[in-house]
């Protein structure tokens, strides 16, 4: 029964230690986040939130893991306790946010692309929406969000085809001269080719992912924090059951030889400590 105790205690180190990994990763993450964004003040000042996010998480995530570790290790009933607590609040919490994200997936794209017919037409948009806009289609290859008619006459350079593989691939998109924004193809009357693919159905493809992600992630931590729950209340109620006083036993004082039918029966003796007699 001992061994068997001292096998769980170690699976449940191992599992705790591989916790630690994971609270240490996402710090890391946090921290490759924060090298590669510091030279973009502006940038770095809107994924300042998302870094904190990291850091706490992984440094929580780090810290009840080794909390664990050190309970499991000592056999110390208290952080195994604030342990078993924890992760009961981590799975909670973990599918508080998760059940609502699955259910509202599909209205999310919609609101989505609620919010970008606010700002259409692009042409008439702020020029901060605009210059958003003209970084996306740069990133993606796409042309407006709805449509290339989003831009009414005045279709940005961001919108244009000009490697020649797009064009061979099919991307691409032969509009009229009218609709060109450079008064050089006015002129001359020649078609110009744009990314025929706008940006939102990427964007919600992007949104998808991301939400798969999260979803898989949340509901994955969450199985992981009500399986180390389970392990922890375990391995108290192990501790419990080792610190419960052995039953009284009784041994035969006589030998088994000597005894017969007429005979006395054999003595016995009560193995526990006798109380020391009083003083007189």
Not at 3 to 30: D, E
Not at 87 to 94: A, N, P, Y
Not at 147 to 164: A, F, H, V
Not at 247 to 269: E, M, N, R, T
Request: charged share 15%; with cysteine.
């Amino acid at each position: 029964m001992a061994k068997r105790n001292s096998c769980f205690q170690r699976l449940f180190i191992f599992f705790n230690l591989l916790f630690a990994i994971v609270g240490g990763v996402i710090i890391g993450l946090g921290l490759l986040g924060q090298f590669v964004y510091h030279d973009s003040t502006s940038e770095f000042e809107n994924q300042s939130k998302g870094f904190v996010v990291l850091y706490l998480v992984g440094g929580i995530t780090m810290a009840m893991s080794l909390l664990g570790v050190y309970g499991a290790h000592r056999q110390k009933r208290i952080p195994l306790i604030v342990f078993l607590v924890a992760c009961f609040i981590g799975c909670f919490g973990l599918l508080r946010l998760a059940v609502p994200t699955a259910m509202y997936r599909s209205e999310m794209e919609q609101i989505m692309e609620e919010k970008f017919r606010e700002v259409l037409p692009l042409n008439e948009a702020s020029p901060d929406v605009r210059q958003l806009t003209e970084r996306i289609q740069l990133n993606l290859k796409c042309c407006g969000l709805l449509s290339y008619t989003d831009w009414g006459n005045n279709i940005p350079d961001s919108c244009l085809c000009q490697r020649e593989e797009d064009q061979m691939e099919g991307t691409c998109l032969s509009i009229p001269y009218q609709l060109s924004f450079f008064p050089e193809f006015r002129m001359t009357e020649q078609p110009q080719m744009i990314y025929k693919q706008p940006c939102l159905p990427i964007l919600q493809g992007y949104l998808a992912k991301v939400l798969d992600i999260l979803l898989g992630v949340s509901f994955g931590f969450a199985a992981l924090a009500l399986l180390g729950a389970v392990m922890s209340a375990v391995l108290l109620a192990q501790l419990r059951s080792s610190t419960v006083a052995v039953p009284v036993l009784f041994s035969v004082s006589s030998h088994l030889s000597k005894f017969s039918f007429g005979a006395h029966p054999p003595k016995y003796s009560e193995l526990y400590n006798e109380p020391e007699k009083a003083e007189k």
